[in-house]
């Protein structure tokens, strides 16, 4: 959703993150960013470490070893918040991806925002809700998982959103909605609502860019959609609408 790239520090908590999606997770970050860091945090000498040694050469991580000297919790934590904080103050980047499901880095998050830096976290859909809001984007690894599609399953073409609110309100339930969740529903409509000029008409890059800001984990493709206009292109009470500029297309979205 966002047009600005910057140079981003990949930090990830090995005890905390899978290791089959480092492919994805790169490709995600990759997305917003050039990944100019790229670290992993964990105990090498425990087993529990193994799935990650044939990936980090591949995927030039540089891996950063921490002990376990006491039982449970672990040093993980504390060795990433400390790299993430000399990192910060280096100023060599412009953004952060925290990969983690751990509540323990919402502090980091809300520092690393507080300097004017980007956010980005990747986790599972079981990360505190507190972790998520506290980064720019969220993207949850249910979405990056790779799916094998089968013969039988189809992704609906129109989702069923009757009784959408009226401009300047924004409904608690919308009725008759098979698809959508109540707390996206709002979402949507809200981020629409400001994102709108006097015709109720909103670039589609906007909206996005306001969804993000009230839920930073809100993403199409929890519903089978690759994209944001994908979606709104499904819901039947909006439109959206080619706006070539030269070679380029900023598609727009209208209330029908």
Known sequence: MSEKKFNIAILID???????LLKETIEEV???GKATIRRIYGDWTSNTMNSWKELINQF??????????TTGKNSTDGALIIDA???LHSKNVEGFCIVSSDSDYTGLAKRIRE??????????KKTPEAFVKSCDIFTYTENISPKPRSKAQVVPKKINTKAVPKKGTVSRKTKNSNFLSEKDQE??????????NDNDIAHISTVGANIRKIDP??????YGYTSLSKLFDNLPDFEIIKNEVGELNHPLVKRK
């Open 14 to 20: 090995g005890d905390n993150a899978q290791a089959k």
């Open 30 to 32: 990759s997305k917003y």
């Open 60 to 69: 030039s991580i540089n891996p950063i070893q921490k002990f376990s000297y």
């Open 85 to 87: 904080m000399d990192i």
């Open 115 to 124: 300097e004017g830096l980007f956010v980005m976290g990747i986790g599972e």
């Open 187 to 196: 979402t949507i409509f809200k981020a629409f609502e400001i994102s709108t």
């Open 217 to 222: 984990s809100f993403d199409a493709r929890t």
